[in-house]
């Protein structure tokens, strides 16, 4: 979950994956925080453009059979809740219900810088602290090529492999498996639902075209 | 993890979703580089293994090797920490806990993110570079539960050849050590046998910009276009 901020994609294709958190903190608000948490998770689930929810302590995500119900009911002294969308219109939604709500319990949001800022004038907030990304440094040259990592960085804790990631998209270049089936596959090892299965749809989409184009041309 | 030979049918379905790629194929069946192996369970959760042949052993459960689980896991708490995931809460909370405030920059250094792994050696290298420096380690860090000796930067020697998923290192500076600490650190990464991922957390100005991402631009690291913000919605705020 601390590597949303290094999600790997342009400007354009990030217009459409904003990550969402509701975080306690064990030295501040955890005790007590079920309803609170619960309250959060009622607004978060009304949303229609949410793609997936989950949390580390639910060992899986919606994506991967996570029961809104029954998860509602493990979120007694939790770390939080999270989620993700796949447009802004949404992030601004919750953000004016969750202000009105006031829970108290602080809320991340993960997407483009400027967008973000803008929703929370917007709707009256002032966004508090930015957790910037630097990029990758090191040995790079092991890193597999950026659609991969696309794929690969929208899991907040490396569940979901280049391996796994390289295997689905041959799949679906192959006209073996549908992009939406892939994405499914893809999601399931990520308990946090922060993967953006519209997104990697998509992704995986580019990839069925390009090969469709290459074998009639 | 381990691999039952007895009950492995190699038809290796398990070895695509290892995060690592640690999982090959012996003898006509499937087993674990259990040197290279970080201990997620991946491959286990993944339920693709028709005879249940997954497990994991119970050395993995025990020191220095059981850390390989929690740094990996995201569903393994981090002992001390009481939380899972990479066991830290760095700027989520920052609304309410004020662990970076004005005219200071929270550094994280996330070791072996995207994809690759770190054993704990990468890490240290970079902690006797800080050490020696006039930073700030930050203490509730799971990371910091292994240092052995905090002045000379090492780790228990014991763990230096574990290897996890990913591991953060976390630190704060003043705002006007920033230049040096990043001209300083830059050469230390480029020769890292992993890759790191780097992250630097920062107040909003009152005008609810960051002022921060001209001087990183400058510095020759610019700050990516999108990033993790905290709405300043979590009370009683710490407004400092």
């Known amino acids: ?217 | 993890m381990r691999i039952d030979p007895d009950k492995c049918m190699g038809c290796m379905e398990c070895a695509d979703f290892c995060p690592v790629d640690c999982i090959l194929e012996r003898d006509g069946g499937a087993y674990i580089d259990e040197d290279e192996c970080v201990e997620c369970g991946v491959c286990a959760r993944a339920g693709v293994c028709p005879n249940e042949a997954i497990y994991m052993p119970e050395e993995a459960t025990q020191w220095p090797r059981v850390i390989r689980a929690q740094y990996s896991d995201p569903g393994v708490q981090h002992p001390a920490m009481n939380q899972g995931g990479r066991g830290t809460e760095e700027m989520k909370t920052n609304d309410v806990t004020g662990r970076f405030r004005r005219g200071e920059f929270g550094m994280a250094f996330e070791f072996g993110r995207p994809g690759v792994g770190t054993r704990m050696t990468e890490i240290e290298k970079v902690l006797k570079v800080l050490v020696a420096m006039d930073v700030e380690l930050e203490q509730n860090n799971p990371v910091f539960l292994l240092v052995d000796d905090v002045k000379a930067g090492t780790l228990k020697p014991e763990v230096l050849r574990e290897k996890v998923l990913s591991a953060i290192l976390e630190f704060k500076i003043r705002d006007e050590q920033l230049e040096a600490v990043v001209k300083k650190l830059q050469p230390v990464l480029a020769e890292l046998d992993t890759v790191v991922s780097w992250g630097l957390a920062t107040r909003f100005a009152e005008d609810g910009t960051l002022p921060v991402r001209a001087r990183l631009q400058a510095l020759g690291v610019p700050a990516r276009s999108n990033a993790k913000i905290n709405m300043g919605m979590g009370r009683p705020i710490v407004e400092a």
Do not use: W
Request: hydrophobic share 35%.
């Open chain 1, 1 to 217: 979950m601390s590597h949303a901020l290094h999600r790997h994609g342009t400007v354009e294709q990030l217009q459409n994956d904003y990550t969402f958190y509701a975080r306690t903190s064990r030295y501040v608000n955890r005790e007590g925080c079920g309803p609170k948490l619960r309250k959060i998770l009622s607004i978060v689930l009304e949303e229609k453009s949410l793609v997936n929810f989950g949390s580390s302590h639910s060992g899986k995500s919606y994506e991967a059979g996570l029961n809104p119900e029954e998860y509602a009911t493990t979120l007694d002294k939790a770390y939080g809740v999270a989620g993700c969308f796949s447009d802004k219109e949404a992030v601004r939604s919750i953000l004016k219900k969750l202000k009105e709500a006031d829970t108290g319990i602080s809320i991340v949001i993960s997407g483009l810088i400027d967008e973000v800022v803008k929703i929370a004038k917007d709707v009256g907030l002032k966004p508090h602290t930015a957790f910037l990304s630097l990029g990758v440094h090191g040995k790079r040259a092991v890193l597999p090529e950026d659609r991969v990592l696309e794929i690969t960085t929208m899991c907040g804790h490396h569940q979901v492999g280049t391996r796994l990631t390289k295997a689905v998209v041959e799949r679906v270049k192959a006209g073996k498996m549908t992009p939406e089936a892939g994405s499914h596959l893809l999601a399931q090892p990520c308990p946090c639902g922060i993967f953006n299965t519209r997104r990697s749809t998509a992704i995986l989409a580019s990839y069925r075209k390009e090969a469709s184009a290459g074998s009639v041309g």
